[in-house]
């Protein structure tokens, strides 16, 4: 073999084995990435799980059509959303109609809209809710424009359907989430102008909006999951204090919940009412559970009082 021939030999296996060990120590980094991912992941979940030992109750309130888009897709987001939701195991989900609570007829959720009536919010916090959620389906927006790169740009119709969600913290008047998620879909443009935009709204919400929704409850579930449980001292005794939350919160016998004071109200222009937590005034120790409340002893500080707002302590 000529020296030649047996040189281009030499360079093909050296390239080979460059190739070879390089793809080897791209699967090993991959392989340590991937195993520090898991294991952030897993410390990640057992702070988690830890920080969110208790069940939130939240009241569920019916879809809004706020883009008249019928009862056939109110009915189906609704139902989705609520039974991703139903499936969290820290989220206890309690719907209830609008002829069930008082007043509610005043909530519209809108975009980028909030839940303002106050009548709802007290009726949910006598309840024992942590939290109110309200979603509402937007109009489809319709839109025309070119799409594509030249020289095969065309002209479409553009349907962007959209969902809004909120989620209101019953005991501080505070949204716990508004979020807005959206999808377009896209048609050609008709160029006799005989557009069946009827037809194409409908198959631009089958398409879409189960992604939407699904978006949308994941949003819930972390966000209720990421923040604290907040609960109220229902009634004051010699004995110690009943505070809302029992076994269906997942409380236990020795767990002990700081107590902070409700400041004095606050009026937003929007119609809500806001209140702020202030500074820990002291520890409770529960020491009796019951199915949804529970009766605790002050281990700490003082003086505790009835209204006021109770977290697990960390």
């Known amino acids: 073999m000529s020296r030649t021939a047996c040189d281009a030999r030499n360079l093909r296996q050296n390239r080979h084995r460059l190739f070879t060990s390089a793809c080897l120590l791209l699967t090993a980094a991959f392989i340590l990435f991937m195993a520090g991912c898991a294991t952030t992941r897993s410390i990640s ?25 019928g009862g056939r897709w109110t009915e189906e987001a609704q139902r989705e959303l609520y039974e991703r939701l139903g499936r969290s195991p820290r989220i206890s989900l309690h719907f209830r109609g609008s002829e069930e609570i008082p007043g509610a007829t005043g909530v519209t959720p809108v975009e980028y809209g909030i839940i303002t009536n106050p009548e709802m919010i007290r009726n949910a916090r006598a309840q024992g809710m942590n939290a109110v959620i309200a979603g509402a389906l937007n109009p489809v927006e319709v839109s025309r424009k070119k ?27 505070y949204l716990y989430l508004t979020s807005l998620e959206s999808e377009e879909v896209t048609f050609p443009l008709e160029e006799d102008g005989l557009q069946d935009e009827k037809r194409e709204r409908e198959e631009a919400l089958e398409s879409v909006l189960p992604r939407i929704v699904k978006r949308q409850a994941n949003a819930v579930s972390k966000e209720l ?10 009634s004051v005794v010699k004995s110690g204090v009943t505070i809302s939350g029992g076994h269906d919160a997942g409380i236990l016998p020795g767990q002990v919940f700081t107590v902070y004071p409700s400041a004095e109200p606050i009026a937003t222009k929007d119609g809500r009412t806001l209140h702020p937590i202030g500074k820990a005034i002291g520890n409770i120790t529960v020491e009796e559970v019951m199915s949804d409340r529970s009766r605790a002893v002050g281990s700490q500080g003082g003086p505790f009082l ?7 302590k960390r």
């Open 225 to 234: 999951g990421e923040k604290p449980w907040t609960g109220t001292i229902l």
């Open 45 to 69: 979940d057992r702070y988690r799980t830890e920080k969110d030992a208790l069940t939130k109750k939240v009241m569920a309130l019916p879809m809004m059509d706020v883009g008249g888009l």
């Open 147 to 173: 799409a594509g790169i030249w020289p095969f740009r065309r002209k479409v119709v553009v349907y962007r359907v959209s969902m809004v969600v909120n989620v209101v913290d019953v005991n501080s008047g």
């Open 306 to 312: 009835e209204g006021q707002l109770v977290r697990l």
